[in-house]
């Protein structure tokens, strides 16, 4: 079965200079571990895309190297190098079988008829599209979630070191897209493939990867697991792109930052931070807000209860009053019967579940 390689992507920049000049990736640096499943995360225009067509070869960087293990494929052309592809527009040929779809490229290769066959077999079953009953459709006669099964196989099929996707499953409906993530885990343990999975979708990416790299703007702002990143983003932009971040603007004068009366010492965040004159950003999760709590221990929040939007288990609660801006809790709702809007509550925050950020 194939084995992944390791992927090193070195000081990569890339400015397109047709109609203007957009810097799409500046000085972006990777480590991606051999059989990982990574997914490089951004929103829309941030140079993903660019990045994945550089590492597969498909576009010449400005500057910088890529490396597949210790080999430096930066001048090798897609076709040399050991990668597999899966778009969204799946370029399958709808009037063609599954089986020619996935044959196509080992025919070209000049794989003999039987091996090649073997082969289709092998890659339909691991994607469990079994051979007897879908080789011979038309790609036209399968479903969407079908048709990036094959999509799928096809990329597999010739024992890719490093399967490259991106945004496969963007178009289809969030229940296939979740069984296909799923299926998508199951084919690197059992290929054991070095998967790089491009998507502007935060949750996707959370539930997908091993690892992440998040982008903005051309810049690689932070790389770690899915928990890393999203409980310890590197900045703003991080935190809130995954998931729903509450950030107060605060003035901080020797060291301390103040919001209505409560005094918190920044040099128990991070000891830098101490005598810090100037603007500092604080942030926490809505779901780090507790509706009680040991005021001589944690960070009291008085505010105004102005919304209230209840999701099943769980229960939004947007307050005002507390800072620069409003900011929102989401609390058990068990534990949030009682609350009303227009109230005035008191709130808590561990100190451990607040970030700082100076900008
Ligand atoms: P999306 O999620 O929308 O696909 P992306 O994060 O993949 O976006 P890229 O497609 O890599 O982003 O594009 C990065 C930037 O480079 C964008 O501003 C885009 O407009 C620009 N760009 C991409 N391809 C070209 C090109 N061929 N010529 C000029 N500019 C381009």
Redesign the pocket.
């Known amino acids: 079965m194939v084995r992944g390689v390791s992927v090193r992507v070195e000081d990569v920049s890339k400015t ?1 200079k ?2 203007g000049t ?1 810097t ?1 990736l500046k000085s972006v640096k990777l480590d991606i571990r051999a059989g990982e499943l990574f997914s490089i995360l ?1 929103p ?7 990045l994945l067509r550089i590492i597969a070869g498909l576009l010449k960087p400005d500057a910088g190297r890529v490396f597949f293990d210790e080999l430096d494929v930066t001048d090798k052309p897609a076709y040399e190098r050991p990668i597999g592809m899966v778009f969204q527009d799946l370029a399958l040929f709808p009037h063609l079988t599954v089986y020619k779809n996935v044959s196509f490229g080992l025919e070209i290769a000049g794989w003999p008829k039987d091996k090649a066959e073997r082969r289709v077999k092998e890659v339909l079953e691991l994607v469990r599209l079994p051979f007897d009953v879908f080789a011979h459709r038309r790609i036209s006669q399968l479903s969407g979630g079908q048709q990036q099964r094959v999509a799928l196989a096809r990329a597999l099929a010739r024992d890719p070191s490093v399967l490259l996707l991106d945004e496969p499953f963007s178009h289809l409906d969030y229940k296939i897209r979740i069984e296909l993530i799923r299926e998508l885990k199951r084919l690197q343990r059992e290929t054991g493939v070095t998967m790089i999975y ?1 998507t ?1 979708d935060q949750n996707e990416a959370m539930m997908l990867s091993d690892r992440l790299a998040v982008m903005y703007e051309g810049v690689l702002q932070q790389v770690g697991s899915p928990l890393e990143v999203y409980t310890r983003p590197a900045n703003e932009f991080v935190a809130s792109f995954l998931g729903e971040a509450n950030i107060i603007s605060v003035e901080a004068r020797g060291g301390v930052a103040e919001v209505k009366g409560v005094k918190i010492d920044l040099s128990l965040f991070s000891p830098e931070l101490s005598g810090y004159d100037g603007r500092v950003l604080l942030f926490f999760r809505p779901e780090d807000v507790k509706l009680s709590g040991d005021p001589s221990r944690m960070i009291q929040l008085e505010a105004v209860v102005i919304e209230k939007t209840f999701l099943g288990p769980l229960t939004k609660i947007v307050l005002d009053g507390w800072g620069d801006v409003k900011f929102e809790a989401l609390a058990p709702t068990r534990e949030s019967w009682g609350i009303e809007v227009g109230e005035r509550v008191r709130m808590y925050l561990e100190p451990s579940s607040v970030k700082i950020f100076t900008r």
């Open positions: 397109y047709d109609r957009t799409a951004g829309s225009g941030c140079g993903k895309t660019t491009v502007h």
